[in-house]
């Protein structure tokens, strides 16, 4: 039987194209449930308030680049979207007087504009955000040089490049979007040999760092989250870490307080992985083959999928 075409974009694979039993589920899935999601390889994670949910959040950052030596460099990848953790690890650097100087990092991802990435004078570049808000307020006694920062460009190739020059990655910090994303890994487009079934996830899983184009849901909700709801101001391609980076890191740290996916999306993605139920129509959902996979939540931000008319 075919699969049914999204409720969103006729044109997309994504999660409106799942089997109905699936989606009444993990609908039903209050956070008690949710927290028996666990399993060896996948554990879920809640945080009473939103204050130690962010600062446990940046202390993935402390705890990954204490184990930093010139020797043996560990570095992290991280997500804009949540950002309000990256004025914490400054914070969390500087008081402690941690020198993270061999330490590195990863931005996730990156809008494509004009055939190449956002400038970082782009109100909405990630670069930008990642310095303003965290790496600029580092001590510059502290801060790692600029060579330990790999941002990623329209050329990949350097930054595809940076995961195999021997730094580790401890873990990959990650949001969810409403398409059910990490970084940019959106959903494919149903064209081609695509256009009856998604690809699987063992061919979406060869997809490293690259330009891609975005599901018009993303674009709405960056607008949403970032751009004060002016979807014209939000480009529709990107460039984004892959799932070969995203394999490379020892843990996936997923990040969710409510504020970038709905209660019904952070209750899918937990339950499918802990079920072992990969579609690429919902990329978050291949992590379930990941080796060490964590869900965070903030418990007030889960809200309910029980029908409310407002």
């Known amino acids: 039987m075919p699969r049914k075409l999204s409720s969103i974009a006729p044109d997309w694979w994504d999660y409106t194209?799942?089997?109905?039993?699936?989606?009444?589920?993990?609908?039903?899935?209050?956070p008690e449930k949710m927290l028996k999601l666990s399993r060896p390889g996948f554990k879920v994670v809640m945080y009473d308030s939103i204050e130690e949910f962010y600062l446990a959040e940046a202390l993935e950052y402390i705890t990954a680049w204490r184990q930093s030596t010139p020797d043996n460099p560990v570095g992290i990848c991280g997500p804009i979207g949540p950002t309000e953790q990256l004025p914490l690890v400054a914070r969390l650097v500087n008081d402690l007087n941690l020198n993270v100087r061999s330490a590195h990092f990863w931005g996730m991802d990156e809008w494509f504009l004009d055939g190449r990435e956002a400038p970082v004078t782009h109100p909405l570049s990630f670069e930008r955000a990642d310095r303003e808000l965290c790496f600029s307020r580092i001590r510059k006694d502290l801060v790692m040089p600029d060579a330990n920062l790999h941002f990623p460009k329209a050329d990949t190739a350097p930054y595809r490049r940076s995961w195999d020059a021997g730094v580790r990655c401890a873990v990959m910090q990650g949001g969810q979007g409403d398409v059910k994303h990490w970084a940019f890994n959106d959903p494919p487009q149903r064209v081609g040999r695509h256009k009856d079934a998604p690809p699987s996830p063992a061919e979406y899983r060869k997809l490293a760092t690259r330009v891609v184009k975005l599901h018009p849901l993303t674009v709405a909700q960056n607008a949403r989250t970032s751009g004060g709801g002016n979807i014209a101001l939000v480009p529709t391609m990107a460039i984004s870490v892959g799932p070969v980076e995203t394999w490379k890191a020892d843990k996936?740290?997923?990040?969710?307080?409510?504020?970038?996916?709905?209660?019904?999306?952070?209750?899918?993605?937990a339950y499918?992985?802990?079920?072992?139920?990969?579609?690429?129509?919902?990329p978050m959902s291949l992590l379930a083959d990941h080796p060490n996979v964590q869900f965070n939540y903030y418990r007030g931000g889960l809200g309910t999928c029980a029908v409310r008319m407002r």
Request: charged share 20%; hydrophobic share 45%; net charge negative.
């Open 17 to 30: 194209t799942l089997d109905a039993d699936l989606v009444r589920d993990a609908a039903a899935l209050t």
């Open 252 to 269: 996936v740290s997923i990040w969710q307080a409510g504020t970038h996916d709905n209660p019904f999306g952070q209750r899918l993605t």
């Open 272 to 282: 499918m992985i802990s079920k072992g139920i990969a579609d690429t129509a919902v």
